[in-house]
T-cell receptor, first 107, second 113 residues
Framework: KNEVEQSPQNLTAQEGEFITINCSYSVGISALHWLQQHPGGGIVSLFMLSSGKKKHGRLIATINIQEKHSSLHITASHPRDSAVYICAVAANNDMRFGAGTRLTVKP | KAGVTQTPRYLIKTRGQQVTLSCSPISGHRSVSWYQQTPGQGLQFLFEYFSETQRNKGNFPGRFSGRQFSNSRSEMNVSTLELGDSALYLC????????????FGPGTRLTVT
């Protein structure tokens, strides 16, 4: 079993829909990252969380340390949000990654 | 500020050769981390350098090595290349050491034939 599990693996949505991507982990962590990767490989760090909730524009990330679970929400989704979203945890002085969620937003 | 740069962007090597990849962090950033991304294994942590010292290392064989210079630029080296080393190699820099927010470079796509 992977230490970082993401769901769903693939997600297709219509423009304007509210989207949730989930991440569960099984190790003790010092922080959790949400990353966005567009075709071509470039990665952008969206959030780094160690507790609570963060919001940036239409993106919201939450983490529940006791339940070892984080969610990434996208409100009013747009085709430009189409990308792979990756959850990563900082644990034991290294980074462990989820397999990613491929999001496609259709106009 | 200029972003993280990586050179070369694309590289084709033959099995058994060695390769050196370079990463220039954002000005003022002292931490550089390296990652390997493959379709089968996804993203995996290679190592992290902070102020010229390797602070953390992932579970990779000794053929993978790196260093960081006094200007924070970093290089990673892979010796005796294997087909399985074909991957996208990403570096990321941050102002402080692990686990602070990281800024990723565009990656170097290495193909081993």
């Amino acid at each position: 079993k992977n230490e970082v599990e993401q769901s769903p693996q693939n997600l297709t949505a219509q423009e304007g829909e509210f989207i949730t991507i989930n991440c569960s982990y099984s190790v003790g962590i010092s922080a959790l990252h949400w990353l966005q990767q567009h075709p071509g490989g470039g990665i952008v760090s969206l959030f780094m969380l160690s507790s609570g909730k963060k919001k940036h524009g239409r993106l919201i990330a939450t983490i529940n340390i006791q339940e070892k679970h984080s969610s990434l929400h996208i409100t009013a989704s747009h085709p430009r949000d189409s990308a792979v979203y990756i959850c990563a945890v900082a644990a034991n002085n290294d980074m462990r990654f989820g397999a990613g969620t491929r999001l496609t937003v259709k106009p | 500020k200029a972003g993280v740069t990586q050179t070369p962007r694309y590289l084709i090597k033959t099995r058994g050769q060695q390769v050196t990849l370079s990463c220039s962090p954002i000005s003022g950033h002292r931490s550089v981390s390296w990652y390997q991304q493959t379709p089968g294994q996804g993203l995996q942590f290679l190592f992290e350098y902070f102020s010229e010292t390797q602070r953390n290392k992932g579970n990779f064989p000794g053929r993978f090595s790196g260093r960081q210079f006094s200007n924070s630029r970093s290089e990673m080296n892979v010796s005796t290349l294997e087909l399985g080393d074909s991957a996208l190699y990403l570096c990321a820099s941050s102002f402080r050491d692990y686990p602070y927010e990281q800024y990723f470079g565009p990656g170097t796509r290495l193909t081993v034939t």
